[in-house]
């Protein structure tokens, strides 16, 4: 049964629990929403009273503008004292950049653990993130929903023919009512580069992963995340890319977070 809480500017957030143990707090990537992680809570719900939600302007909760990190951290710091004082954070891709971010603000974090985070790892990569972050920008100002999911499918290496592919299939339009969501994913990310600063100030054990089968970079990132926390650990998931299966995934999260 989907259940809400009241974030600090208001905004309704709502939320999936299920499960029994420590408090587990699951945070979506792009383009996203919590029935995305659901799959992954069902493989934990054995251990842990796993949380799913739906982060704002998406699925069933709401949005307020104007948009800062700030308030998807307020969001956080609303649903973890809705559960319960205490929670474990796990963040995928983009969402893994909100929790890093949440985690450093101060928020009651026992532990947190991320899956391929995008940052840039270059000054290529980085260049190419602040042209990304333009185009979006204008995509949405005038309104180009579709344009804007197209941008994000190109800048995370899809191909034209399967951008074209996706833009005929039926899942397009729930694509596009997720559009202006992309500039918030974009927005945690804070220009690319590992807010190394930010990790130094995360005073949990904290878990950086990418998959065994994922292309280099994503190791050299999950690598710096963990090296700029005061209590970090690099891990990999045997096989797997930034596609990971729940049931490869949950495991090794299980592990760490039951410690």
């Known amino acids: 049964m989907e259940k809400t809480t009241v974030s600090r500017d208001g905004t309704r957030i709502a939320y999936h629990r299920s499960g029994q143990g420590p408090v587990v707090v699951l945070v979506s990537g792009a383009m996203s929403t919590g029935a995305t992680t659901a799959p992954l809570a069902a493989e934990l719900s054995d251990r842990f009273d796993v949380v799913v939600y739906d982060r704002r302007g998406r699925g069933g909760s709401g949005d307020t ?18 559960v319960g004082g205490e929670a474990s954070l796990y963040g995928m891709s983009s969402g893994g950049a909100l929790v ?7 928020l009651p974090v026992r532990r947190v653990a991320v899956y391929e985070v995008p940052y840039a790892m270059d000054d290529a990569a980085v260049r190419a993130a602040a042209a990304y972050t333009e185009r979006l920008a204008e995509a949405l100002g005038r309104g180009g929903r579709g344009d804007a999911v197209e941008l994000f499918l190109r800048h995370t290496g899809l191909g034209e023919e399967m951008i074209r592919g996706a833009r005929q299939s039926p899942m397009w339009a729930g694509m596009e009512s997720l559009a202006p969501s992309l500039a918030y994913d974009d927005a945690v990310l804070g220009g690319g580069r590992v807010p190394t600063s930010a990790i130094a100030s995360i005073g949990a054990p904290l878990l950086a992963l990418a998959g065994g089968a994922s292309d280099a970079w994503w190791h050299e990132a999950a690598r710096a995340v963990a090296q700029a926390a005061p209590e970090g650990t690099y891990g990999t998931v045997a096989g797997q890319t930034h596609r990971v299966e729940p049931g490869v995934l949950a495991p090794v999260l299980a592990e760490f977070l039951a410690a």
Do not use: F, K
Request: proline share 4%; glycine share 4%.
């Open 100 to 106: 890093l971010r949440a985690a450093a603000s101060g």
């Open 65 to 82: 503008a104007p948009y800062a990190v700030e308030r998807e951290i307020e969001d956080l710091a609303a649903l973890i004292e809705e």
